[in-house]
């Protein structure tokens, strides 16, 4: 008997409060590792209204303006029409930055310190990540969380290219996707909320996104009839983006990764440099994961890291592919440990971390991006798993 279900995901634009301030807080993070690449970062954004206020811990040489990057990474968003109230020239921003605290330098730094067991670099914090692959799209991602980001990356081009003058930088989308045995089938439900500005009618709107984004974005064989798709659903929406709401750095982590598809250790990446194991080991395990369904070991692989601070090796490596394996999964796991080191040392040596990469990362997923500064998408490890694993 054929069992079927729906799963839903949902992505966020650019302009979303949450999002405004991982973007803030990513571009702060590469303003640092620009000048000084072992800067130590862990920067937070709160906004609200006409208000910016960044706070957190970062230790580095590199010497900038903090109000100007922030003011750019605003203006690169799209804030900065007459009407907008949060504005990338108008904002108060407030600075709450200090240094890390040498506690926990000493426990990352590579180096003796009293009552540490080790000079190796260590973890930066404790916790557990997960990174997770499947076959179900061609960048090896859930398909409602990647559909979800096609749609709300669309809309940004749109928006920005400046042929539509009534879009507004904040914005959502949603996409149900039915599965039968395991395999998505069909679209169900699509759902767009777009900020507009007051002057654009509700019929317009409508038709835009249905015909100009959704029928062009999505593909056709799995839209039907029958799919519903819901276009700003309460209405109207002129007020959004921090006007509307307040956002905060990394309350977006189930957008940022696999939608709800792959399983989440807590952590948030955005204004965290690569000694966070948080951002590091998070894409460390989505390149094992992705590399094993590349190699055709399995067709859907999770891995989980945990580490303690300051230590150098994870507590704990654990691997699952949901009994989709071609090959003993034992062999999968010892393959996995031959082939990749989990120290967060070698991480960021192993996908070359430590770069002013991370406002590529920021927005539409950390995870399904085809660009060669995204090292953890690579797939350069499937002939040393095959190998591995005979």
Not at 35 to 53: Q, Y
Not at 357 to 382: A, C, R
């Amino acid at each position: 008997m054929s069992r079927s279900y729906i799963f839903s995901s949902e992505s966020v634009g650019e302009g979303h409060p949450d999002k405004v301030c991982d973007t803030i807080s990513d571009a702060i993070l590469d303003a640092c590792l620009s000048a000084d690449p072992l800067s130590r970062v862990a920067c937070e954004t709160f906004v609200k209204s006409n208000v910016v206020v960044v706070g957190g811990e970062i230790t580095t040489s590199a010497k900038f303006d903090y109000n100007d990057v922030i003011r750019q990474a605003i203006r690169g968003i799209g804030y900065t029409n007459d009407d907008d109230v949060f504005h990338a020239d108008k904002v108060f921003i407030n600075n709450y930055l200090t240094r890390q605290s040498p506690d926990i330098a000493q426990g990352v730094d590579k180096r003796k310190a009293s009552g540490k067991k080790t000079a190796e670099q260590g973890a930066g914090d404790q916790g557990l990540m997960f990174g997770f692959a499947c076959d179900e799209t061609p960048e090896l991602m859930p398909a409602p969380i990647m559909f979800a980001h096609r749609l709300g990356r669309e809309l940004t081009n749109i928006r920005k290219s400046g042929k539509v003058k009534w879009l507004r930088p904040d914005a959502k989308t949603q996409v149900s996707v039915e599965y039968v045995n395991g395999k998505p089938t069909r679209i169900v439900n699509v759902v767009v909320s777009t900020q507009h500005a007051a002057s654009a009618e509700k019929a317009e709107i409508e038709k835009f996104i249905t015909e100009k984004l959704i029928l062009k974005v999505l593909p056709k064989k799995m839209l039907s009839r029958e799919t519903e798709i819901l276009v700003n659903p309460t209405g109207r929406f002129v007020i959004g983006g921090p006007e509307g709401d307040s956002g905060l750095t990394g309350r977006k982590i189930i957008v940022d990764t696999y939608g709800g598809m792959g399983r989440h250790g807590g952590g948030a990446f955005s204004g965290k440099d690569p000694s966070k194991v948080d951002r590091s080991a998070a894409y460390m395990g989505r390149y094992v994961a992705k590399n094993v369904v590349a190699a055709g070991l399995a067709s859907k692989c999770e891995v989980q890291f945990a580490y303690a601070i300051g230590h150098p090796v994870p507590v704990s490596v654990h691997v699952d592919t949901f009994g989709t394996c071609s090959t003993d999964e034992d062999k999968i796991i010892a393959a996995i440990n031959k082939v990749f080191s989990f120290k967060p040392a070698d991480i960021v040596s192993q996908l070359n971390l430590l770069r002013p990469i991370y406002s590529k990362s920021t927005n539409y997923g950390h995870f399904g991006k085809n660009d060669p500064d995204i090292t953890w998408e690579l797939t350069d490890k499937v002939d040393a798993l095959k190998k591995a694993a005979k």
